[in-house]
């Protein structure tokens, strides 16, 4: 298994709070991403990164932000979180190969 | 732009039942072509690809040709087990863009295998 841990596992917020979720990776993969997965959507892609600091948008990046200092953390912030963000949330990396491989998921419910 | 559209189920069969998952795609250029199962609790792993036309992706029985005439690939797997209840997303891979390849996903399908 691909070495890719997410934290918090679980979380519970209130609307307008802000949230951080941490993905570490220990394979030394360039690539990583920031997916959500909400039913009847299958899984969209939030963010992702090509490398330190280099980072770019994906299909529903408003509202979210991330941050990238070190080849193996990738962080995704929700500045002020929305109901509508409750979700779940995966991150993945990839060598550029084209296979992703995923974290185990963080389930994120904001009340 | 690129998508694809697969069964999204839920599908309920008896064990060893024939499974079909279908799965067709739209996209420009040659993509490859991906499997996923999410089992419960869990993150998607990758089950199968096939990265041209005809080749064929197999993995613990699962089988899917690339079909580029009819921009299908679809899952079978010709006895299934109770083990196999899970999620099935389908998925292509878009060419590298601002630096980085990524995975459009089907909405998925839950499959549920009975005793």
């Known amino acids: 298994d691909a070495g890719i841990t997410q934290s918090p596992r679980h979380k519970v917020t209130e609307t307008g709070t802000p949230v951080t979720l941490r993905c570490h990776q220990t394979?030394?993969?360039?690539?990583m991403y920031w997916y959500r997965q909400d039913p009847g959507h299958g899984l969209r892609l939030i963010h992702y990164?090509?490398?330190?600091?280099?980072?770019d948008k994906g299909e529903v990046s408003d509202g979210y932000s991330v941050s990238r200092s070190k080849t193996e953390d990738f962080l995704l912030t929700l500045e002020s979180a929305t109901s509508s963000q409750t979700s779940v949330y995966f991150c993945?990396?990839?060598?550029?190969?084209?296979?992703?491989?995923f974290g185990p998921g963080t389930r994120l419910t904001v009340t | 732009g690129n998508s694809v559209t697969q069964m999204e189920g839920p599908v309920t069969l008896s064990e060893e039942a024939f499974l079909t998952i279908n799965c067709t795609y739209t996209?420009?250029?040659?993509?490859?072509l991906f499997w996923y199962v999410q089992y419960p609790g869990e993150g998607l792993q990758l089950l199968l690809k096939?990265?041209?036309?005809?080749d064929k992706g197999s993995n613990k029985g699962f089988e899917a040709t690339y079909r580029k005439e009819t921009t299908s690939f679809h899952l079978e797997k010709g006895s299934v087990q109770v083990s196999d209840s899970a999620v099935y997303f389908c998925?292509?891979?878009?060419?590298?863009?601002?630096?980085?390849?990524?995975?459009?996903f089907g909405k998925g399908m839950k499959l549920t295998v009975n005793p």
């Open positions: 993945a990396i990839s060598s550029g190969r084209d296979e992703q491989y």
């Open positions: 394979e030394n993969h360039r690539y």
């Open positions: 990164s090509y490398g330190v600091k280099d980072t």
């Open positions: 996209a420009t250029g040659y993509p490859s």
């Open positions: 096939a990265t041209k036309a005809d």
């Open positions: 998925a292509l891979s878009e060419p590298p863009q601002g630096g980085s390849e990524k995975l459009v």
